[in-house]
């Protein structure tokens, strides 16, 4: 066979319609790829598999003796019947049907040891393995084979189609034969620096471990390869970025940042002070801010985001606000708007002489609100235009746009946040804001092109919030439940419910014209078990989440509808607010809302972010196993706001465990940090190149996120890259390094990169 380089396609080794499999589900199309695709466990080919612990359903690969092997005729057609039962050294056993004996039943005999690859399935109590691919280890295979079993372990690779465990095996080690020479992308004195293998020795290492090795150190080296590549491409973004000039933004003395400064009714925190000087500092330099700011929900980003945009317009330009949903949008310009009172009415009737204005630009407005809105931000009469995707469009015009603020950032495609910098006349500042805490691996890999600030203290007032779990199949927890709310009510407290879905409104009500759509609109269930991480074993990256449960989900007009006939709530005033009301329904929602007109607000989870009522004390979120661990965290962030302590009940019908887990961690704590690094083992990582946020397809393979020994190989990596982009940005004297770049990147990444 001739031989093939790293960028060889799979064709080379597979026929079409197999390299194709391989290309959908795993994203593997070159034979680098191939060697990328690392073993999710190693099987000691002298042990016999523990066969009591299999499950139905799973798929396989297990050591197993021949116990017993009979054939008998076929009742309704010509042929054999072969039952081979296979054991293992407890005596645990595990039938094997085939319903053609021609073939197997002179090589599957009692006392033959061999590899058996399938899926689990069961006969009356019995498990079994029907017509499974085998590998025997005896006289009968070729001696090579014989060789490798009594020196290797055997890897165990995730299948796709056609390619089983066998095939995956020999296939990766056809591939490790036929190439010819494999790329160094890490510099030899990084190598001998960090005590790292060769690629070609690690790789030997991964795929084919001797008995007498063990495969971490091979790991190790691609880990810190899959780090340092990642590192190499937002050292040479950040190193890039340095090079933009941009126009420095001083607000002046006397100003409105000072002005607004002197009104506030209440006293930073520290860590707003601090951030609040490092933005000035920032946005005062030639070049162009790029940071994050996280904090937890509550910590008060709004306030500090709202400084730097004031500090924007006092410089004579305009900050656009970027929020995800139009309940958001809404309530940032009536916040910003009450906040800076009558410094947001410029020009204006009973403005001061000082002031500017607030502009709101969001999809759903009216044709005369829209226009208005446009017109000021064109004129530069609105030094502050906050908005949905409807900022972005073409047609929309700034005078001088200086800061570009993003609020909940993960919310967003690149394209997005793009195409609103691009509508300054010079690069402008741009703050990232999030309120799902970070790890501070996911900060070094997926925002290492960034300077980060967090905000962990809370403002003084804020009260603590108790969240409990309800299991609904008790009785007397949901009677319990809405007591509680009841119980609030009369203390003149208000309450949400979250729903999952919206579902078919009332066919008598006035609230939504459109009933078509069921869905609630940012809701996504995760309920991924994670991938076994035991001794030996390393998870592949491609593995996919198992599904839920399907199960009917409460919507918010069912909920609506139950809550209004029950008896402990005569009397309570229920409103309803979700994505698919029109923007005047939805404003005079949260207006009713937030002046106490609506004592219950059944909605999805539009209020996630950035809504703020202070008088808001319990949340009941219904179906809580079907949303994301940070989503809750989120979510319960919307009470407890005021003086009086939140409460926040989750309610689960049969979560399943891992589920189940996640509500109680939720319940347990309050830090959001520890509960964004508990989420990402369930999320996974996502694409870190790109738009994708979390789940399967990610360009991280060997990482894992939440792991202190693979955050001290990306602490290393990016320490090491960032010092080789400082003198070597092109990477003129590192061609290998330049070509795992150029390979990492696809087309779409290398576009998101260049214009990020």
């Not at 469009?393 to 910098?421: C, I």
């Not at 203290?457 to 949901?478: C, D, F, Q, Y």
């Not at 996919?544 to 005569?570: F, I």
């Amino acid at each position: 066979m001739p031989l093939l380089t790293e960028d060889s396609p799979l064709t080379k080794l597979l026929r079409k319609p197999e390299a194709a499999a391989l290309a959908k589900n795993k994203g593997v199309e070159t034979v680098g790829d191939l060697l990328e695709l690392v073993p999710r466990k190693y099987l000691p080919p002298n042990e016999l598999t523990d066969l009591s612990r299999l499950r139905v359903g799973e798929n396989v690969l297990i050591v197993a003796e021949v116990a017993a092997a009979t054939t008998r005729p076929m009742r309704n057609r010509r042929g054999k019947l072969l039952n081979v039962t296979l054991a293992d050294a407890a005596g645990n056993q595990l039938d094997v049907t085939f319903f053609n004996a021609y073939g197997h039943e002179r090589k599957l005999l009692p006392g033959v040891r061999g590899f058996f690859v399938g899926q689990i399935g069961a006969y009356g109590r019995r498990l079994q393995l029907t017509h499974p691919d085998y590998e025997l280890i005896g006289e009968d295979e070729a001696e090579s084979e014989v060789e490798y079993y009594r020196t290797h372990w055997v890897p165990v690779y995730s299948v796709t189609g056609k390619l089983n465990a066998f095939r995956m095996r020999k296939l990766v080690h056809q591939a490790l034969d036929s190439v010819d020479h494999l790329r160094e992308p890490v510099p030899d004195d990084l190598r001998e620096r960090r005590s790292l293998l060769g690629r070609a020795d690690a790789l030997e290492l991964v795929h084919r471990p001797r008995l007498t090795e063990r495969p971490d150190p091979g790991m190790r080296r691609l880990k810190y390869d899959e780090a340092f590549v990642l590192q190499t491409i937002l050292a040479q973004r950040r190193k890039a970025s340095e090079a933009v000039v941009g126009t420095p933004r001083r607000p002046r003395e006397g100003g409105l940042l000072a002005a607004f400064d002197r009104r506030l009714p209440f006293e930073l925190t520290e860590g707003q002070r601090v951030v609040g000087d490092v933005l000035l500092a920032e946005l005062g330099r030639d070049r162009p801010m790029h940071r994050l700011l996280q904090g937890e929900v509550g910590s008060g980003k709004t306030v500090v985001a709202l400084r730097a945009m004031l500090a924007a317009v006092d410089a004579g330009g305009q900050a656009a606000l970027l929020a995800p949903t139009e309940v958001l949008a809404a309530q940032h310009h009536r916040s910003i708007s009450g906040m800076l009172g009558d410094l947001a009415m410029g020009g204006m009737l009973g403005g001061s002489d000082i002031g500017t204005k607030v502009a709101l630009l969001t999809g759903s407005q009216s044709a005369g609100a829209r226009r208005a809105a446009l017109l000021d931000a064109a004129s530069g009469a609105a030094g502050i235009v906050i908005g949905t995707h409807a900022l972005i469009q073409k047609h929309v015009q700034f005078a001088d746009l200086a800061l570009v603020v993003v609020d909940e950032q993960h919310r967003f495609g690149v394209e997005q946040r793009d195409a609103l910098r691009e509508k300054g006349a010079t690069p402008p500042h741009v703050l990232v804001m999030t309120a799902t805490p970070i790890p501070r691996t996911v900060a070094m890999t997926v925002f290492g092109d960034m300077e980060t600030s967090t905000l962990r203290e809370l403002p003084r007032g804020r009260s603590p919030i108790a969240t409990h779990v309800v299991r609904a199949e008790k009785p007397g927890w949901m009677e319990r439940t809405w007591q509680r709310v009841a119980e609030e009510v009369a203390q003149g407290h208000q309450a949400y419910v979250v729903c999952p879905r919206i579902g078919d409104p009332d066919p008598g009500s006035l609230l939504s014209s459109d009933t078509s759509e069921e869905d609630a609109v940012d809701w996504e269930p995760v309920d991924w078990s994670q991938l076994d991480e035991g001794e030996g074993e390393w998870p592949d990256g491609d593995e996919g989440p198992e599904p839920a449960p399907a199960r009917e989900l409460t919507g918010v007009y069912t909920m609506w509808h139950e809550l209004s006939s029950k008896p402990e709530l005569a009397g309570v005033r229920i409103g309803v607010l979700h994505g698919r009301l029109d923007a005047d329904s939805k404003e005079a929602t949260m207006r009713a809302f937030a002046a106490g007109d609506i004592d219950v607000l059944v909605a999805t989870t539009v209020i996630e972010v950035g809504v703020d009522v202070p008088n808001a004390s319990v949340m009941v979120v219904i179906d809580a196993d079907r949303f994301g661990i940070s989503q809750l965290h989120q979510l319960r962030g919307r009470v407890g706001r005021g003086t009086v302590p939140g409460l926040c009940l989750l309610v689960t019908k049969d979560p399943g465990e891992p589920a189940s887990e996640r509500l109680d961690l939720v319940a347990a704590t309050t830090d959001g940090f520890e509960l964004a690094r508990a989420d990402l083992q369930f999320r996974r990582e996502g694409d870190v190149l790109g738009a994708r946020q979390s789940g399967r397809s990610g360009s991280i393979r060997h990482l894992r996120l939440t792991r202190p020994e693979d955050e001290e190989i990306i602490a290393e990596a990016r320490e090491d890259a960032f010092a080789l982009v400082e003198t070597d940005a092109q990477l003129r004297r590192h061609p290998a390094l330049a070509a795992a770049v150029a390979t990492r990147l696809d087309e779409d990444q290398a576009v998101w990169l260049e214009r990020g």
